[in-house]
């Protein structure tokens, strides 16, 4: 493998169908890179339907054949493949999920109700819940019996209204994991959290650890994972449905937490970029411990950007550029996929030496004056109970759960009409 990996086919006698997409190109340089599916696969379709009726030029771009290779219901059913590895959803993605087709789903809710009358609206939206998991864990099961259990995984996430409550998040956790033998469940990067998801590791289920951003957090997942893993040997647990990733919210660390607050506080003038460099480095610090300690959960990168850098004026994604060459998982949502499309030419080679590039030493310098970096990059930075107050998971916690209570709202207005 070469050092450079083009984010345009190399071969200037490429057809458009063989011009492969950015996430391709991305992860060509680690055989082990994984491109994910942020958002219902339910909705891919007509979602790729609005896309393809944007194509400046469907003659060359290749966009076509590229989504088709991403993921394709017909390939699925009948081969077990398709080119994005796994699925991610959350409360801001199910509401949209139910969103694309309102009818079909108000349907589906006043059937749920007349066929268990005891349920109240909350009991209502969680079977609601339940199904659309399982739901698009059936459209991809095939690519996890082909590929043996490594790949085909969708994560049902808990409720974020209560991500401190263990008990309630265990009970969730295991009717998520009942919709399929490819469910993995999505749990919070709190202290409580962490306690599910060695109970759930104990139990040989899979987990995505969420709303999770410090190192402190993937330390703490780690831990929680190994503790689980050694239960689940003494026990004699089968572990084939198993498997373990930590999610890193890149931007949303940066951009929704106190680092801007912080450093005006202080008179620190902070760019783009050098909240970039302070995103690069905690992911990386998290990635190379895992590789160090060879540890079996797979880092995995959400909430990217893509952006004008404010150094060189170039359009560019460091939240890919800034891993190149690594075999972490990149769950991408639709609008990101759409987006690097569009932007695909403009955007450099992907190195794959990247993943062992240094941040920066003098953004890092001034982004250590800040204490919320602090918190995040050192490996004691929080204590457990300190996670879920940090400010950033603060902040996507109030989303996650605004969005959760605006599809309750669709099964209360819906039961009501």
Same mark, same amino acid.
């Given at each position: 493998?070469?050092?450079?990996?083009?984010? +345009?086919?190399?071969?200037?006698?490429?057809?458009? *169908?063989?011009?492969?997409?950015?996430?391709?190109?991305?992860?060509?340089?680690? *055989?082990?890179?994984?491109?994910?599916?942020?958002?219902?696969?339910?909705?891919?379709?007509?979602?790729?339907?609005?896309?393809?009726?944007?194509?400046?030029?469907?003659?060359?771009?290749?966009?076509?054949?590229?989504?088709?290779?991403?993921?394709?219901?017909?390939?699925? !059913?009948?081969?077990?493949?398709?080119? %994005?590895?796994?699925?991610?959803?959350?409360?801001?993605?199910?509401?949209?999920?139910?969103?694309?087709?309102?009818?079909?789903?108000?349907?589906?809710?006043?059937?749920?109700?007349?066929?268990?009358?005891?349920?109240?609206?909350?009991?209502?939206?969680?079977?609601?819940?339940?199904?659309?998991?399982?739901?698009?864990?059936?459209?991809?099961?095939?690519? %996890?019996?082909?590929?043996?259990?490594?790949?085909?995984?969708?994560?049902?996430?808990?409720?974020?209204?209560?991500?401190?409550?263990?008990?309630?998040?265990?009970?969730?956790?295991?009717?998520?994991?009942?919709?399929?033998?490819?469910?993995?469940?999505?749990?919070?990067?709190?202290?409580?959290?962490?306690?599910?998801?060695?109970?759930?590791?104990?139990?040989?289920?899979?987990?995505?650890?969420?709303?999770?951003?410090?190192?402190?957090?993937?330390?703490?997942?780690?831990?929680?994972?190994?503790?689980?893993?050694?239960?689940?040997?003494?026990?004699?647990?089968?572990?084939?449905?198993? +498997?373990?990733?930590?999610?890193?919210?890149?931007?949303?660390?940066?951009?929704?937490?106190?680092?801007?607050?912080?450093?005006?506080?202080?008179?620190?003038?902070?760019?783009?970029?050098?909240?970039?460099?302070?995103?690069?480095?905690?992911?990386?610090?998290?990635?190379? %411990?895992?590789?160090?300690?060879?540890?079996?959960?797979?880092?995995?990168?959400?909430?990217?950007?893509?952006?004008?850098?404010?150094?060189?004026?170039?359009?560019?994604?460091?939240?890919?550029?800034?891993?190149?060459?690594?075999?972490?998982?990149?769950?991408?949502?639709?609008? %990101?996929?759409?987006?690097?499309?569009?932007?695909?030419?403009?955007?450099?080679?992907?190195? !794959?030496?990247?993943?062992?590039?240094?941040?920066?030493?003098?953004?890092?310098?001034?982004?250590?004056?800040?204490?919320?970096? +602090?918190?995040?990059?050192?490996?004691?930075?929080?204590?457990?109970?300190?996670?879920?107050?940090?400010?950033?998971?603060?902040?996507?916690?109030?989303?996650?759960?605004?969005?959760?209570?605006?599809?309750?709202?669709?099964? +209360?207005?819906?039961?009501?009409?």
């Amino acid at each position: 493998m070469t050092d450079q990996v083009l984010a +345009r086919s190399t071969d200037a006698g490429s057809t458009a *169908a063989e011009t492969a997409h950015v996430l391709e190109q991305l992860a060509a340089t680690n *055989a082990d890179a994984e491109i994910w599916w942020d958002s219902s696969p339910l909705v891919y379709q007509s979602w790729k339907d609005a896309v393809l009726a944007k194509d400046p030029d469907p003659k060359t771009s290749g966009w076509s054949q590229q989504l088709a290779r991403l993921l394709d219901a017909q390939t699925i !059913a009948a081969e077990g493949r398709m080119g %994005f590895r796994g699925v991610t959803t959350n409360p801001p993605l199910s509401l949209q999920a139910i969103k694309t087709a309102p009818d079909l789903w108000a349907k589906r809710i006043r059937e749920i109700a007349r066929q268990d009358p005891h349920l109240d609206v909350e009991g209502v939206y969680w079977k609601l819940y339940l199904e659309l998991v399982r739901k698009g864990a059936e459209m991809i099961l095939p690519v %996890f019996k082909a590929s043996g259990g490594k790949y085909g995984f969708i994560s049902g996430q808990v409720d974020p209204r209560w991500v401190t409550n263990g008990p309630r998040m265990l009970a969730q956790g295991l009717d998520i994991a009942a919709q399929g033998e490819n469910v993995m469940v999505k749990l919070p990067g709190s202290k409580e959290g962490y306690e599910i998801i060695e109970e759930m590791t104990a139990r040989g289920i899979a987990t995505n650890n969420t709303t999770s951003f410090t190192v402190p957090q993937y330390v703490r997942c780690m831990a929680a994972v190994s503790a689980g893993l050694l239960r689940a040997k003494g026990a004699g647990v089968d572990m084939s449905r198993w +498997r373990s990733v930590i999610t890193h919210m890149s931007a949303r660390l940066g951009e929704l937490g106190d680092w801007r607050t912080e450093a005006k506080a202080r008179g620190i003038e902070l760019s783009l970029s050098e909240i970039r460099d302070g995103e690069e480095a905690v992911l990386k610090r998290a990635y190379h %411990f895992g590789k160090t300690n060879h540890h079996p959960s797979k880092m995995l990168q959400c909430s990217m950007r893509i952006e004008k850098d404010d150094r060189t004026g170039k359009t560019v994604s460091r939240h890919l550029s800034d891993f190149g060459g690594s075999d972490m998982v990149y769950t991408c949502p639709p609008g %990101f996929v759409a987006g690097l499309m569009s932007a695909q030419a403009e955007l450099e080679p992907f190195d !794959a030496q990247a993943i062992h590039r240094e941040p920066r030493k003098d953004s890092l310098e001034k982004l250590m004056k800040l204490p919320s970096f +602090r918190a995040a990059y050192e490996f004691e930075g929080m204590r457990p109970e300190e996670f879920a107050h940090y400010g950033a998971f603060k902040a996507t916690e109030t989303e996650f759960a605004a969005a959760t209570r605006q599809t309750v709202d669709f099964v +209360r207005m819906t039961l009501e009409a």
